[in-house]
């Protein structure tokens, strides 16, 4: 396989996780996903990393012990850990196989089998905190990936998370850590309600969480803007190893839980660049996971356009 080759993963359990009544996180989500993948020849040209359940001791490296023994207690129950939150007898194996292909998908990446990749997974991570699942999210799969890639000898990785709600628990997991640079556009306010511009990390971590909170009507323009004068600038004075994308695309003008009006050209536009940011500074290295986006339509077109770019 070539190393031009694009990465993807892919798992039948991740539409295992289903409430039992109407819920926006719901298993046509990734069946939009994965239309978008065929769409773009993924499936026939691409690399597929098969998703396996990570181990234990790689979930906690970016949760605690206690937090990880509470979700393995959830393994084939059901219920709810808030109003928005629920749980579905195989949400603990999607969420650990969701954490394990992503951490092999970024490992391809690293070795070189692939230049890019994309883990279509679920549920989402991105809210989920060091001790807390919330917001629809229980494992952190980019933060778990992130803490892998540092396991493994990365000096630096930067992670940029562009979903519109604020990725509280990767910067709840990293506002400490100076080599791991974390970069969220998103609206506000809007849940979960953190974000600030203010937030700009916590001790050694000072100087490397960045928050670009956007006004509700934010559009292409907005978000191309932030890019230009924030995020790449960010990246090229951080100069990480790795960049990993925290692929959220309910900031999409059809999305139902926001208010934003960015398109599947704006997603396409972010893409692009990354890419050309991985390029520079990093030999290209770029994976992408999939986190919010509720609308199927807006969904399956952004990924497709995002997997083209």
Not at 6 to 29: I, K, M, N, T
Request: charged fraction near 20%; glycine fraction near 10%.
């Amino acid at each position: 396989m070539s190393a031009k080759a694009l990465a993807y993963v892919v798992d039948s359990v991740f539409e295992r996780h289903e409430a039992l009544g109407p819920h926006p996180e719901r298993p046509e989500r990734l069946q939009a996903v994965r239309a978008a993948l065929d769409r773009s020849g993924m499936f026939a040209s691409g690399l597929h990393v098969p998703a396996r359940e990570a181990d234990i001791a790689e979930i906690e490296l970016a949760h605690s012990p206690g937090y990880v023994a509470e979700l393995s207690r959830l393994a084939d129950k059901r219920g709810w850990i808030d109003g928005d939150t629920y749980y579905a007898p195989d949400t603990w194996r999607a969420a650990r196989k969701a954490a394990g292909g992503t951490i092999d998908l970024v490992s391809a990446v690293l070795r070189g089998e692939a230049s890019r990749g994309i883990a279509a997974v679920r549920p989402p991570g991105h809210h989920a905190e060091r001790d807390r699942a919330m917001g629809f999210c229980f494992v952190n799969h980019v933060a778990v990936a992130a803490s892998w890639a540092r396991a493994e000898g990365l000096s630096r990785v930067a992670i940029v998370d562009w979903d519109v709600h604020h990725g509280n628990g990767t910067q709840d997991i990293f506002e400490r850590d100076g080599q791991v640079l974390f970069v969220s556009t998103h609206q506000s306010p809007l849940y979960p309600g953190t974000g600030s511009p203010s937030e700009v990390g916590v001790g050694d971590g000072l100087g490397a969480n960045i928050n670009v909170a956007l006004p509700a009507g934010s559009d292409d323009a907005a978000y191309a803007a932030a890019f230009s004068e924030v995020v790449l600038p960010a990246l090229r004075q951080f100069r990480p190893e790795l960049i990993l994308v925290s692929a959220g695309f309910d900031a999409h003008a059809a999305d139902p839980l926001a208010n934003m009006e960015v398109t599947a050209d704006g997603f396409a536009a972010m893409a692009e660049d990354l890419a050309s940011a991985a390029d520079e500074l990093c030999g290209g290295k770029l994976a992408f996971v999939v986190e919010g986006g509720y609308d199927v339509g807006a969904l399956e077109e952004s990924v497709a356009r995002v997997v083209a770019a």
